[in-house]
């Protein structure tokens, strides 16, 4: 049908558009998601409400939040024995930590305060105050890297904690919120969210999620949900793996991030209800007039109108001759 074709060429270069348009995140690629190899599982505190988790030198270094249950504690990676731990004080709220040279620095949640331990002693030797909330910490070999429970990350100087500059972490649909645990690697940071059994990659150069690790099955017989819930990635270099758990939960798990799921593709059922919301009209248009087209009926009717405009025109009265209008001007 040669009159169709160009109506649904139409119809289809006014969809493409209106959904490009509607949702420019849609122009950002899906990120890769994958599942965890579970490599081994070791005992965890199950009174360790984990705040931060990090190796260095093979030794397994935790925080523990809470008012009046926060600590910072070397344990044995192995069997998860605390080796050696330091109280804080009960208006301390701990939150995550990182090593930095011989020290280790940890965050407090609404305290404004970042402690400095010498790592040998556990003493504390210095602090840092910031301004917000305190959530998770790793240090890259430059910055501090640190997140406060929104979907922003604060690059600092290791030095004095000055402010270096802040990166928004965004996926194919929008900003993600809720950032966690963290845990620096090469070119990304690898993050918890709070409340998801999800951890992100983000490329620390765009903040975009580059990787989702599915991580449900660990949290299955751990987590409610809410308070229990997966926080905690520690990189073990020599193993190229990570150490994962959450809080209070009985067990870690050592994994590696493999098998890779491949993205899936976007249908029309997962399209935001919002931008078919946007585009109805256009959709209702562009539907109607491919059925029209299709069915002749728009043919059909054009030649009808035409037809009645033709005989409307042979049904006016002719115009009066020159001897009529002579007689009408005296
Ligand atoms: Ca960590």
Redesign the pocket.
């Known amino acids: 049908m040669p009159r169709s074709g160009p109506a649904r060429a139409a119809f289809f270069a006014v969809l493409l558009t209106a959904l490009v348009c509607s949702h420019p995140a849609a122009a950002q690629e899906q990120s890769e998601t994958v599942d965890l190899i579970l490599i081994s599982s070791h005992q965890h505190d199950s009174q360790a409400f984990t705040q ?3 190796m260095h030198d093979g030794s397994l270094y935790e925080s523990t939040g809470l008012y009046g249950n926060s600590s910072l504690r070397e344990v044995d990676p192995t069997t998860g024995e605390v080796v050696r731990q330091v109280d804080l004080d009960e208006s301390i709220f701990a939150e ?3 090593v930095v040279g011989e020290t280790i620095v940890m965050l407090t949640w609404k305290e404004g305060l970042a402690l400095v331990f010498d790592i040998e002693s556990l003493d504390v030797v210095s602090n840092h105050t910031y301004s917000g909330e305190g959530w ?3 240090y890259d070999g430059t910055h501090l890297v640190m997140s406060n429970g929104t979907s922003e990350l604060a690059f600092r100087d290791p030095d004095d904690f000055s402010l270096v500059s802040t990166l928004q972490v965004t996926d194919q649909l929008g900003e993600v919120g809720l950032l966690n ?3 620096c690697v090469g070119d990304r940071v690898y993050a918890n969210v709070w409340g998801s059994d999800s951890i992100i990659a983000i490329d620390k150069a765009t903040g975009e999620v580059s990787l989702t690790i599915d991580a449900s099955i660990l949290a299955e017989n751990e987590s409610d949900g809410y308070n229990d819930v997966m926080n ?4 073990v270099p020599e193993q190229n793996a990570f150490l994962i758990t959450g809080k209070n939960w009985t067990s870690m798990h050592l994994v590696a991030f493999g098998a890779t799921q491949a993205p899936q593709q976007e249908s029309l059922e997962s399209i935001p209800l919002s931008i078919l919301k946007s585009i109805w009209p256009v959709l209702l248009i562009a539907v109607m007039v491919v059925f029209l087209s299709s069915m002749r009926l728009l043919s059909a009717i054009m030649q009808f109108l035409m037809m009645l405009l033709f005989k409307r025109q042979a049904e006016q009265p002719p115009l009066p001759s020159e001897g009529q209008q002579g007689a009408g001007d005296g």
């Not at 905690?232 to 990189?235: L, N, W």
């Open positions: 931060g988790l990090e995550g930590i990182t998770g910490l790793c645990e963290l845990e905690g990635i520690a990189y």
